[in-house]
């Protein structure tokens, strides 16, 4: 091409005005919980860089409880704004919903992680090594298992302080997750809270390399559910020309006015709706640890240090379940005769599964890893009932499960021997007699997880129940209460071997803890007595707090 030609074009180019890009428009005051963490996330970043090694756990810590203090206040003042209700919006050009649910689930998370964070920070439970005090968490996560850079990280007393900011990178993450409102934001909240948890669940001070494993399986598996996340997304785009929820859902119902030429054909596409949906779907229930997509579950719950296994169980279910939410509610409301039935088999063989399998546990965290799957189960049965009773319902039974989670893994990590916390069963006979009042707290935390009533497990659990009935899906309920029968055979099991089992003369002791484990515990257990006892303000609450934004 000839200089001159090249030249005209620039002057023709030249010539045109040019289209101005329009600024975008950010609600920064609905956005304040979410903008609050990735803040004080990136500020821990800078104080892992600038401050001296000595100031860092200290700085860290209280950091990350006042950045999630502040988020938790704002959430609240959002609420008592009536952006829960009356004022419910799309913010941030459509990609966030400020509503109900989001606002509930937002304050779960916060309040839940607080609590975890608690567990993080704890630094008494092993014996100092080497005149310095260590916490659950590898002293140099860099340094590979056993070698000697791992000695003298260890000898000079390191903590690894880095943990708070990732745990503060994935909470932002899950805050953002339940209040998508368009696909990509769904998946860009996905990746930015999961990278943190693979990460963090390599750092086990003690058993490194099961750790490292879990981490790694953790991570593989993640991706795979990623990559059909992403790939339904894919699928919904080209049946429905658009990423936003509320177009997904235009389409799907038929309700959409002006068609775009281009996408005409695809849309009358079902084979690419319903396959997408189903993808996505698989992504979440990956998260959400459902059957057939559980099989990461026990492995990284017993591989990971115990705070972390206690934060992830608990977070990234209410985070995940509130996604499953608006996807199934705000989105396929329209596909609801197909994903029902998928959604039923589903929730039984999760309910059935996780409860049957966990009978042969000898591993209290797979145990409670089982029982975890059992819940997804009982919870999903309140997502079927598309009701707003079934939203409410689902929404009660997250903030009943989370703090149970919390407080009873934060219960595991006192149980010690020589080789750090002692988590096979046969451990814990006799711990009733050794120390009365954790084995009384970690059979409050069993009872709660059985569903026994006056335990916040028994309000959820019937909530649950109550919308699933209600919403023609009686045959859940009574696979439930049989798996929840199941269920309450190993928890009750749990609680003989320590009451009525002679102590083994070499058996585990009991680690005196801090004043921070002894507040997770302490929250764990009021919180379940308070949801079991008294649990209608907080019923009434999360009914007011069941509306999605559309």
């Known amino acids: 091409m000839s200089t001159s030609a090249v030249h005209s074009l620039w002057t023709t180019a030249a010539v045109e005005p040019l289209a101005k890009i329009p600024a975008p428009q950010i609600e920064y005051a609905q956005l304040a919980p979410t903008l609050i963490v990735v803040g004080a996330a990136v500020l821990g970043v800078l104080v892992e860089a600038f401050v001296p090694r000595k100031g860092r756990y200290y700085t860290q810590v209280f950091l990350t409880v006042t950045a999630l203090a502040c988020a938790f206040a704002a959430v609240v003042g959002l609420a008592a704004g009536g952006y829960g209700t009356t004022k419910a919006q799309i913010a941030a050009m459509g990609a966030i919903a400020v509503d109900g649910p989001a606002l509930f689930l937002q304050g779960t998370i916060l309040l839940a992680s607080v609590v975890a964070v608690f567990t993080f920070a704890e630094r008494r439970l092993d014996p100092e090594a080497h005149g310095k005090r260590v916490d659950s968490f590898a002293a140099q996560a860099a340094s590979v298992p056993g070698s000697d850079s791992e000695k003298a990280a260890v000898k000079a007393g390191f903590t690894t302080t880095e943990v708070f900011p990732l745990a503060l990178f994935a909470i932002s993450g899950m805050l953002v997750f339940p209040a998508a409102n368009d696909l990509l934001t769904l998946f860009i909240a996905l990746e930015v809270f999961s990278l943190p948890l693979y990460l963090l669940c390599a750092l086990a001070r003690r058993k490194r390399l099961m750790s490292q494993e879990a981490a790694v399986k953790y991570f593989l598996l993640g991706a795979f559910s990623s990559a059909f996340l992403l790939f339904g997304i894919a699928l919904l785009y080209g049946y ?11 389409v799907v119902d038929g309700s959409i006015q002006t068609i775009d030429p281009a996408l005409a054909a695809t849309m009358g596409n079902d084979a690419l709706l319903l396959i997408g949906g189903a993808m996505i779907l698989m992504g979440l229930l990956f998260k959400v640890g459902a059957v057939p997509f559980h099989m990461w579950t026990p492995d990284v719950y017993q591989g990971a240090p115990t705070p972390v296994t206690g934060f992830m169980a ?26 029902r039935p ?19 546990q000898t591993d209290i965290k797979r145990l409670l ?12 049965a309140g997502v079927i009932a598309t009701t707003p009773d079934g939203v409410s319902s689902v929404l009660f039974y997250l903030v009943a499960y989370s703090f149970v989670t919390i ?19 046969s451990k814990w006979a006799g711990l009733g007699r050794r120390s009365p009042l954790v084995a009384a707290v970690f059979a409050v935390f069993l009872l709660a997880f059985a569903g026994i009533p006056l335990t916040s497990g028994f309000s959820g659990k019937f909530a649950v129940f109550k919308a699933a009935a209600e919403g023609g899906a009686g045959v859940l309920v009574v696979v439930g209460v049989i798996s929840s029968a199941i269920a309450a055979f190993f928890y009750i099991r749990v609680i003989v071997l320590m009451f009525f089992s002679e102590p083994k003369p070499e058996g585990p002791t009991v680690a005196v803890p801090s004043p921070l484990t002894v507040t997770a515990i302490a929250v764990g257990v009021a919180v379940t007595l308070v949801l079991g006892v008294a649990p209608q303000y907080f019923l009434d609450l999360a009914g007011q707090a069941s509306v999605f934004v559309r």
Do not use: N
Request: no cysteine; hydrophobic share 60%.
């Open 407 to 425: 407080g009873a893994f934060a219960v595991v990590t006192l149980v010690r021997d020589a080789g750090g916390e002692a988590t096979h069963l």
């Open 240 to 250: 429905a020309g658009s990423v936003s929820y509320a177009k997904i859902a235009e």
């Open 369 to 380: 890893a089982y029982s975890s799957i059992a819940h997804a189960g009982f919870i999903l």
């Open 342 to 360: 998928v959604m039923w088999a589903v929730a039984i063989v999760t309910m059935l599964g996780g409860a049957i399998i966990a009978i042969t």
């Open 314 to 339: 608990a977070a990234t279910k209410v985070a995940a379940f509130g996604a499953l939410l608006r996807l199934l509610y705000v989105v396929l409301p329209g596909l609801r005769w197909d994903w």
